[in-house]
């Protein structure tokens, strides 16, 4: 199957490489920089990246487990129209992800009405029914969401998937922010951008709103890792620097008659709030898997009585869980009472034994996932798969039908991006963070933008070899525009320092 020649964001669909008439001025310093000058400049921001230690797994490659991260120094950029119409639809579907899970825990009202079929969410391993009839402080389960976002057309954007449990990402989007602001100060000038400097501000503030009740008036929050082995480590620290907070592995904290306590050097200190990014499994040993050394002992007693807040809340895997959502329409209708503003690419459900039929009948022209995969494991992109490959998910598919979906292969949006013979089309997909506290809903104006180094590709996970660019939300008021401006500002004279 031969996809449709793919729109690029900046050069549109035209043969010539020519800026679309909204993106003149990008276009003008695309045309005035040298390649060799593009290249010096990225070269540059590798090698900050190289001496702040910004790594990222490549699993299953012998030569290095962990590498630089990719980095392309061409900027991709969302009009300031287009950034307010993805801004309501992701409103909108995190507010019904929070009430799906609220629901689920709980009363279980669109299990009752036969919206969703009930096995697919008891007989699914991401549900904890641990956690039933538990609820969050202040009713919040998703505090960060990053939904991944693909656009194939100039009005074409489409969710791919939900993440929900620990999204990771963002201190890509604010490296490779402060990385153009040093280097491409010129485009700053030129196009007024909004700021992103003020994420680990706007987190921090999210965590304290929804501190538990039980808590004084100057709570504790602090950052839950896993331990320096872990791939997304350099996130986890440098978040909890930029926040100002306490980092902390499972030995520092200590669960006594239900109460939350941080191992400190001038004694135990109460924590109130926890933003950890270990998975369910290995929160609380007593709870979910006994042998976990990354957990705290306790710690779902203390959130089960109210004394502590977990960002996100166990459990929330159920949501991002990619049966549920073949299902997203009809939870956002359910939820919302309207139909979803960013709709989901058209997929199937292995489960369902027509969907099954077809897909078998198709392989060669689709997408294939398991529900529970990430990171690129586990798929097939028919159109570039070997006749083995296929053969192989074709004998998956017809052993466990239920563990699969299916999709047609997008013709994904490309962005301009600095090859070994200049210029060329990329494939790039999109993670916006969205910030979900006791006083509402923000959407953080930029995101981090994927993007498939290899000529042709469609995946653009780093895991497989894909890099990160960038991702300019553009202005169109004069008084924001002079906000962000002195953010950046200052932002630079930081680096500089």
Request: glycine fraction near 8%; include cysteine.
């Amino acid at each position: 199957m031969a996809l449709k020649l793919a729109f690029d964001e900046i050069w549109g669909t035209g043969a010539a490489q020519v800026a679309r008439p909204e993106l003149a001025a990008l276009g003008s310093w695309l045309a005035d920089t040298t390649t060799s000058d593009l290249r010096r400049r990225q070269q540059a921001a590798e090698a900050a990246f190289r001496q702040l230690g910004i790594t990222f797994a490549v699993y299953g490659d012998g030569d290095a487990a962990e590498r630089i991260i990719p980095f392309d120094i061409v900027p991709r950029v969302f009009l300031a129209d287009e950034w307010a119409r993805l801004s309501e639809g992701l409103v909108q579907r995190v507010e019904a992800i929070n009430a799906f899970l609220d629901d689920i825990y709980g009363e279980r009202r669109i299990l009752a009405e036969g919206v969703i079929p009930p096995d697919l969410i008891f007989g699914n391993p991401q549900f904890r029914p641990e956690i039933a009839g538990m609820r969050p402080p202040h009713g919040v389960w998703a505090h960060i969401c990053g939904i991944d976002l693909v656009r194939t057309g100039p009005n074409d954007f489409y969710v791919l998937e939900d993440n929900a449990r620990t999204p990771s990402g963002v201190s890509y989007m604010l490296e490779n922010r402060e990385a153009m602001l040093r280097l491409c100060p010129e485009l700053f000038r030129s196009l007024r951008v909004a700021a992103v400097d003020s994420y680990p501000d706007k987190l921090l503030e999210t965590m304290r709103s929804v501190t538990p009740l039980s808590a004084g008036n100057n709570p504790v929050c602090v950052v839950l890792t896993p331990g320096h082995y872990n791939s997304a480590y350099y996130e986890h620290s440098f978040l909890a620097d930029s926040m100002g907070i306490e980092l902390v592995e499972a030995a520092d904290l200590v669960v006594d008659n239900d109460i939350v306590w941080m191992r400190t050097i001038s004694g135990r200190v109460r924590v109130d709030v926890i933003y950890r990014r270990i998975d369910d499994d290995y929160l609380d040993p007593l709870v979910f898997r006994p042998d976990s050394m990354l957990g705290v002992p306790g710690l779902i007693a203390a959130y089960a009585a109210g004394n502590v807040a977990i960002i996100n809340a166990p459990g929330n895997g159920i949501a991002d869980d990619k049966a549920i959502y073949s299902y997203m329409p009809e939870i956002v209708r359910f939820y919302s009472g309207g139909d979803a503003k960013l709709p989901n690419v058209e997929t199937y459900r292995c489960r369902e034994p027509q969907a099954l039929q077809y897909v078998l009948d198709n392989l060669s022209d689709l997408v294939v996932k398991l529900v529970d995969g990430s990171g690129g494991y586990g798929m097939l992109v028919g159109p570039t798969a070997t006749k083995a490959e296929i053969e192989a998910f074709r004998a998956a598919l017809v052993a466990e039908p239920q563990r699969y979906i299916a999709q047609p292969t997008l013709a994904l949006s490309t962005v301009p991006t600095l090859a070994d013979d200049g210029l060329s089309p990329r494939h790039v997909d999109f993670r916006p963070f969205v910030l979900t506290g006791s006083k509402g809903v923000q959407v953080v104006p930029g995101g981090l933008t994927r993007v498939a180094l290899k000529q042709g590709s469609l995946v653009v996970n780093s895991s497989q070899g894909g890099g990160t660019k960038d991702s300019f939300v553009l202005l169109d008021n004069g008084e924001a525009g002079t906000v962000a401006a002195q953010s950046q500002s200052q932002q630079q004279q930081q680096a500089q320092n």
